[in-house]
């Protein structure tokens, strides 16, 4: 699953423009993913700030 | 806020405003939202604009200009710098803006012409009926309104979804999607009329590092990358950090800001039923320099245009706003963004012995009658192993 680390992300959407599913959306300063994530990992790889993880499940 | 407008507007930016702007002046009723509570922040820009494009819109102002640029000076990955100055750009010169103030004064003339303006509202989906957009539900403050309109404007930036919920794809391809970061930078020891371009595939892959200046000793020192070149540890923020340890080590960081630029192709089709896409939201940042602030001004005011048009026909359907569509792609921007495109394709190739080959050139030319083309044609005589990309170049400009 995709955790976002909240105390790194920079709320600049760049990760929602990326995103296949249409699962990220940004709300003002507040990102949020919906269950339509896949997991692909496009949006950890283009954040500027490293914000975005894919966690496996069993450590979360 | 009314439950009904010929034009409701989602986003409050530059495309935004024009498009809200225009519209109240042909004598529609226009709202425009926007998601956050103030318009104008955070800034998500490094905020620079042709003097000539800018004046087509509204008359320059020193209250948003932070700094008008005579020149520009493109740096290779060796350090062989190339500068281009202000005869020889002609119309090329421009301003770097304050887009605090800037957005603002967009939106107040909007609202002035007559628009209503709410911030702190979200649309959260579109009414759509029968796949028709309708107009949209907002979020005004927390509390879910129905907003209805014959034309909704969709002008809501990089991280649009609106355009995405009446069913456009608008996915912005991984490696089309430049990673940024950028800090204004205090303190430091700049030219105040220049604008720097750094080049390398080791200090921005397949983008470049900017520094544009705020004023006297301050810049907008900025990177961009190509998203497939971004990994942990290679990341647009820290790459940026590395330069400004190079090369501004006393700057004072007084903002950070980060964000995403599209440098792929536009929407393949940028009108609905009910729906019309402008500026970032369409991608229609220009591919080469990732400048979008003046396309989504032009696409605004053409949106509304035709949308003006459409509703007095009675007739807001897809082929009725298609001229919208067809104005963009035939007019220069439309042009000079295929060209761009084209060019940024070749570009992105070019390995740092040939970008050092190139910008070593240019130094060496007398660039009393610049051109991009007889610079090529230059480059060309000079550089036979890259002729290879100079013909394609060449193809590309003539």
Same mark, same amino acid.
């Given at each position: 699953?995709?955790?976002?680390?909240?105390?790194?992300?920079?709320?600049?959407? /760049?990760?929602?423009?990326?995103?296949?599913?249409?699962?990220?959306?940004?709300?003002?300063?507040?990102?949020?993913?919906?269950?339509?994530?896949?997991?692909?990992?496009?949006?950890?790889?283009?954040?500027?700030? !490293?914000?975005?993880?894919?966690?496996?499940?069993? &450590?979360? | 806020?009314?439950?009904? +407008?010929?034009?409701?507007?989602?986003?409050?930016?530059?495309?935004?405003?024009?498009?809200?702007?225009?519209?109240? @002046?042909?004598?529609?009723?226009?709202?425009?939202?926007?998601?956050?509570?103030?318009?104008?922040?955070?800034?998500?820009?490094?905020?620079?604009?042709?003097?000539?494009?800018?004046?087509?819109?509204?008359?320059?102002?020193?209250?948003?200009?932070?700094?008008?640029?005579? !020149?520009?000076?493109?740096?290779?990955?060796?350090?062989?710098?190339?500068?281009? @100055?202000?005869?020889?750009?002609?119309?090329?010169?421009?301003?770097?803006?304050?887009?605090?103030?800037?957005?603002?004064?967009?939106?107040?003339?909007?609202?002035?012409?007559?628009?209503?303006?709410?911030?702190?509202?979200?649309?959260?989906?579109?009414?759509?009926?029968?796949?028709? #957009?309708?107009?949209? &539900?907002?979020?005004?403050?927390?509390?879910?309104?129905?907003?209805?309109?014959?034309?909704?404007?969709?002008?809501?930036?990089? @991280?649009?979804?609106?355009?995405?919920?009446? !069913?456009?794809?608008?996915?912005?391809?991984?490696?089309?999607?430049?990673?940024? /970061?950028?800090?204004?930078?205090?303190?430091?020891?700049?030219?105040?009329?220049? &604008?720097?371009?750094?080049?390398?595939?080791?200090?921005?892959?397949?983008? +470049?590092?900017?520094?544009?200046?705020?004023?006297?000793?301050?810049?907008? #020192?900025?990177?961009?990358?190509?998203?497939?070149?971004?990994?942990?540890?290679?990341?647009?923020?820290?790459?940026?950090?590395?330069?400004? %340890?190079?090369?501004?080590?006393?700057?004072? $960081?007084? @903002?950070?800001?980060?964000?995403?630029?599209?440098?792929?192709?536009?929407?393949?089709?940028?009108?609905?039923?009910?729906?019309?896409?402008?500026?970032?939201?369409?991608?229609? /940042?220009?591919?080469?320099?990732?400048?979008?602030?003046?396309?989504? $001004?032009?696409?605004?005011?053409?949106?509304?245009?035709?949308?003006?048009?459409?509703?007095?026909? !009675?007739?807001?359907?897809?082929?009725?706003?298609?001229?919208?569509?067809?104005?963009?792609?035939?007019?220069?921007?439309g042009k000079s963004l295929e060209k761009n495109y084209r060019i940024k394709e070749i570009f992105i190739?070019?390995?740092?012995?040939?970008?050092?080959?190139?910008?070593?050139?240019?130094?060496?030319?007398?660039?009393?009658?610049?051109?991009?083309?007889?610079?090529?044609?230059?480059?060309?005589?000079?550089?036979?192993?890259?002729?290879?990309?100079?013909?394609?170049? +060449? %193809?590309?400009?003539?």
């Amino acid at each position: 699953m995709l955790v976002i680390h909240r105390d790194i992300c920079g709320y600049c959407g /760049a990760c929602v423009s990326v995103c296949p599913e249409g699962a990220l959306e940004l709300i003002d300063a507040y990102l949020t993913v919906d269950d339509r994530c896949t997991a692909c990992r496009i949006c950890t790889r283009i954040c500027p700030l !490293g914000a975005l993880e894919v966690a496996d499940e069993a &450590t979360v | 806020m009314k439950r009904r +407008y010929d034009v409701l507007v989602v986003g409050g930016g530059p495309g935004g405003a024009i498009a809200a702007r225009t519209a109240a @002046e042909k004598g529609l009723s226009a709202c425009l939202i926007e998601k956050r509570p103030a318009i104008g922040v955070p800034v998500r820009c490094a905020e620079g604009i042709g003097k000539e494009t800018l004046k087509g819109f509204i008359e320059p102002d020193d209250r948003w200009i932070s700094a008008e640029v005579h !020149g520009a000076q493109f740096v290779a990955p060796d350090g062989t710098s190339m500068s281009v @100055e202000r005869k020889m750009a002609g119309s090329k010169v421009g301003y770097i803006l304050d887009r605090k103030i800037f957005d603002r004064e967009l939106v107040w003339q909007a609202a002035a012409a007559g628009a209503d303006i709410f911030v702190k509202t979200r649309a959260v989906a579109p009414i759509l009926d029968d796949g028709r #957009v309708r107009g949209a &539900t907002v979020s005004f403050c927390g509390e879910d309104r129905k907003v209805e309109a014959d034309v909704v404007i969709a002008a809501d930036g990089i @991280e649009s979804k609106f355009a995405r919920w009446c !069913g456009l794809d608008t996915t912005v391809p991984m490696r089309e999607l430049m990673s940024c /970061a950028q800090y204004v930078l205090a303190d430091i020891d700049i030219d105040p009329y220049v &604008t720097v371009f750094y080049f390398g595939n080791r200090i921005a892959p397949e983008g +470049y590092i900017w520094v544009f200046p705020k004023g006297v000793r301050m810049a907008n #020192v900025g990177i961009g990358i190509s998203g497939r070149k971004s990994r942990d540890g290679h990341r647009a923020r820290q790459l940026l950090d590395r330069f400004i %340890a190079d090369t501004f080590p006393r700057g004072k $960081m007084v @903002e950070c800001i980060v964000g995403g630029v599209s440098v792929c192709r536009p929407l393949p089709c940028t009108v609905a039923d009910g729906l019309m896409v402008v500026g970032d939201a369409a991608r229609l /940042a220009d591919p080469m320099t990732g400048g979008g602030i003046a396309n989504a $001004m032009i696409t605004g005011k053409l949106a509304a245009g035709v949308a003006a048009e459409a509703i007095g026909k !009675g007739d807001v359907g897809r082929d009725s706003l298609r001229g919208y569509d067809d104005a963009w792609r035939s007019s220069v921007m439309g042009k000079s963004l295929e060209k761009n495109y084209r060019i940024k394709e070749i570009f992105i190739t070019l390995d740092d012995a040939k970008l050092n080959a190139l910008i070593q050139t240019g130094s060496r030319l007398d660039l009393k009658d610049f051109s991009v083309l007889t610079l090529v044609k230059e480059l060309m005589k000079r550089n036979p192993k890259m002729l290879l990309e100079l013909k394609n170049l +060449y %193809a590309v400009l003539k």
